[in-house]
């Protein structure tokens, strides 16, 4: 069966900092990658998503970025952390094929 | 461009009563529409899409292509029921990606 796996679970920054979350999934290949956040009153919103290695696409203007090494890896990234980079941090995948996004456990990362 | 609009961020339902968390969509091509649940202290998680046609835990959803529109609906609201409902559209286009509204947090009052 297929298993996401998101590390750390929490996260605390100083200003400054560098980030970089992994995600990972097993036993599925070539699945759609995506990060998200999740902000109070503000939803889940799509950060990144990716169809392949090195192929990213930004929804939105910030301070990360995201690379894609391998099939099944997707790093969320940045080199100086921002106060507002503040929140909880989602990674999911859907196979090409079928349309379900299955989630991982998130990050909750705060930036001080 | 595409857009899922929840335009309650807070719905507070007694146990018993019917409960209709309203969602509508933007979107040029033929989406395919889904709800998302996150129970407290859970993974965020499936609900049901549009295309299965199916009733999961009693709620339905009905795409109406008309008015764009994919409103979660259940009849009698149970008190587990409580948790963040995300409304979610993937295209047939530009990499599938999964698009989110800001989600709607049920409250069922016993």
């Known amino acids: 069966s297929q298993t996401i796996h998101q590390w750390p679970a929490t996260l605390v920054q100083p200003v400054g900092s560098p980030l970089s979350l992994e995600c990972t999934v097993e036993g599925t290949s070539n699945p759609n990658l995506y990060w998200y956040r999740q902000a109070a009153g503000r939803g889940l919103q799509l950060l990144f998503y990716?169809?392949?290695?090195?192929?990213i696409s930004s929804e939105v203007p910030q301070n990360l970025s995201a690379s894609r090494p391998q099939d099944r890896q997707f790093i969320l990234s940045s080199k100086k952390l921002l106060l507002s980079d503040s929140g909880f941090y989602l990674c999911a995948w859907s196979s090409q094929v079928n349309t379900e996004a299955f989630f991982g456990q998130g990050t909750r990362l705060t930036v001080v | 461009a595409q857009r899922v609009t929840q335009p309650e961020k807070l719905l507070s339902v007694f146990k018993g009563a019917p409960v209709e968390l309203k969602c509508n969509y933007s979107y040029s091509g033929s989406p395919e529409l889904f709800w998302y649940v996150q129970y407290s202290r859970q993974r965020l998680q499936l609900l049901l899409r549009h295309i299965s046609r199916e009733s999961i835990k009693g709620f339905t959803a009905d795409l109406n292509k008309g008015e764009t529109s994919f409103h979660l609906k259940k009849p009698f609201a149970q008190e587990e029921d409580s948790a963040m409902y995300y409304c979610a559209l993937k295209g047939n286009t530009g990499g599938f990606k999964t698009i989110f509204g800001a989600g709607t947090r049920l409250f069922v009052k016993a």
């Open positions: 990716s169809v392949g290695i090195g192929q």
